[in-house]
């Protein structure tokens, strides 16, 4: 399936960001998840992009490998939109059991229908944008996570720039959450202003010089 976009470039000063947060909690419970993923969004409005958040979990996301409504009122349309107007995507997930959550599963099923979509220049729709992953959880595994993410977000054509990332463990065995106390909050902040600027410094390079189609 081709999408007819336009040709890739974007000034600036008009870069857009989507978090997807993976969350289980509906709105409006506090999401500890939320609270780190902040700290990377607000480094991104403080040098001029503009913010979109999605907590998934709210939505209607029926199963599928699609972009296309799987049955009536199937939300994931939506959010394909905003993915397509995004120089920037940051998917944010709890760790369970050492896993993505899975809210975060499902997001990826669906985004794997931008695979057969293509711009008017025939690169795949995720080409010449960047994604990143922000975790937390009062377990360990936040390294597992993050690879699963990225893993899947590369198979899709998004470039993942180094260190592009920041997590919050509490540690071996359960204890508080993010929110709730514990130590690395510092770490974990300052992991996220990084990850912001090294998102913003890739999307702007790749807007300068974008990626071409695939040589066939």
């Given at each position: 399936m081709a999408w007819?976009?336009?040709?890739?470039?974007v000034p600036h000063d008009l870069m857009k960001a989507l978090v997807i947060n993976c969350t289980l909690k509906k709105s409006p419970e506090p999401s500890n998840t939320e609270a780190l993923f902040r700290t990377v969004t607000e480094q991104?409005?403080?040098?001029g992009v503009e913010v979109d958040v999605v907590r998934a979990v709210d939505l209607?996301?029926?199963?599928g490998v699609v972009s296309e409504a799987v049955h009536e009122g199937d939300d994931w349309p939506g959010v394909h939109e905003k993915l397509l107007a995004a120089e920037i995507l940051v998917i944010a997930s709890p760790t369970w059991l050492g896993q993505p959550s899975s809210v975060a599963?499902?997001?990826?099923?669906r985004m794997e229908g931008l695979m057969s979509e293509t711009d008017d220049d025939g690169r795949p729709v995720a080409y010449n944008r960047v994604a990143g992953v922000?975790?937390?959880g009062n377990e360990d595994g936040a390294h597992h996570v993050i690879s699963e993410i990225t893993g899947g977000l590369q198979d899709i054509g998004y470039t993942i720039p180094g260190q592009a990332?920041?997590?919050w463990n509490q540690g071996p065995g359960p204890g508080p959450s993010f929110l709730?106390?514990?130590?690395?909050h510092d770490w974990s902040r300052s992991?996220?202003?990084?990850?912001?600027?090294?998102?913003?410094?890739?999307?702007?390079?790749?807007a300068a010089r974008p990626l071409g189609a695939p040589p066939q």
């Open positions: 007819q976009g336009r040709a890739y470039r991104l409005e403080r040098e209607d996301i029926a199963p599963k499902r997001v990826l099923e922000v975790v937390t990332w920041t997590y709730e106390g514990g130590s690395g992991t996220g202003r990084a990850m912001a600027a090294n998102l913003l410094g890739v999307a702007r390079a790749l």
